[in-house]
């Protein structure tokens, strides 16, 4: 298809079709979750109508049918992060959990003495495993600082990697603020340094595709639902030897290799930290997720969302009191704002009386929101299924609110 044609990727999103308070949907609340195409909605109703049966118990071909589903999805993800063998790619809940994973797992790597650095900017799914890690290991959790822009300090970042560093764990772009962080070149410093590298690649997947032998990162993780898939799904990426060294996360059936009362042993990569029936469709439907985007052409997708938030900045000027949050050189389509004199919430309820749906709080960023001395910001996130249209109609309706509620 023609690069781009946003006309024709609507109507492969029928949720986008309708009216919502009276007034056409206008979704800008996509680094929340983003919505679903047709495809993978089809994938998934496809699965269950044809091939459900549990996986990798082949006894009968609707079991077969299963596997291979669920496999070659797990091969498309690999091919989507350019992993090199689906022995590092596991399925996890999402991005929390797969940080969960990896945190719990470095307990017995980790002692007194050593650190692990996260950033000021960070989603409290990347702060939290991490400070848990820190109390039951006796390692210190340190933070990099930020600029007023948005953007990591790099002086900062020098001066506390040293060899004590032994976990970086940075997010590859921020939710609140959009900013794009330069992480193939902090994970090459950390990696000099001895540290292991996460990177949470939640809002970056649907924004580009991540290559991790570039980035060189050990862990990179993400949730299928903010990448066009569904809930309930998302993926660890790990280097094989850094996996291999990690204990299991859960125990139970699928992961073990033999089991007796005495003493049991643990199946290969990736199984060892799949315990239990996975969420086999919703695996399905990530994979056709990919597969959807991969028809795109991702150079126009990101041109596409480039413009939308080129002109929502060029716009912000025309709200009275309107203030961006987050004005990195390198950010993705996220927008934060305040507007004086009036709460994120209020202005996130009288949008959605327009139809428009943006998001308000405080993100999951609360040490963000406090560097900013905001309880909470209104964020607009855009997807390639947006128009410049869809941005006038927000700051139209930005200005009204302002007018009447200032
Ligand atoms: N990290 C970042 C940067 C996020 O934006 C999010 C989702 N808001 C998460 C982690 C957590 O993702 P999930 O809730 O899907 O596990």
Known sequence: RSPLDVTTIRQDFPILAQQVNGKPLVYLDNGASAQKPAAVLDAMERYYREMHSNVHRGAHTL??????????????V??????????????????????????NGLTAQLGAGDEILISHMEHHANI???????????????VIAITPEGELDLDSFEQQLSERTKVLALTHVSNALGTINPVAELVARAKAAGAITLLDGAQAVPHFRPDVQALDCDFYAFSAHKLFGPTGIGVLYGREQRLEALPPYQFGGEMIERVTFEKSTWNALPYKFEAGTPAIAEAVGLGAAINYLNGLDRAAVEAAEHALISRAHELADSVPGMAIIGTARNKAAVMSFKIDGLHPSDIGTLLDQQGIAIRTGHHCAMPLMDFYGVPGTARASFAFYNTLDEVEQLFTALRKIQRLFV
């Not at 690999?78 to 945190?103: D, F, H, M, P, Q």
């Not at 991490?130 to 006796?138: H, I, Y």
């Open 63 to 76: 079991g077969d049918r299963a596997t291979s589903a669920f496999e070659g999805a797990r091969e498309t």
């Open 78 to 103: 690999r091919n989507y992060l350019n992993a090199a063998s689906t022995r590092e790619i596991i399925w996890t809940r999402g991005t929390t959990e797969a940080i969960n994973l990896v945190a």
């Open 128 to 142: 939290v495993p991490w400070q848990m890690l820190a109390q039951r290991s006796g390692a210190t959790l340190k």
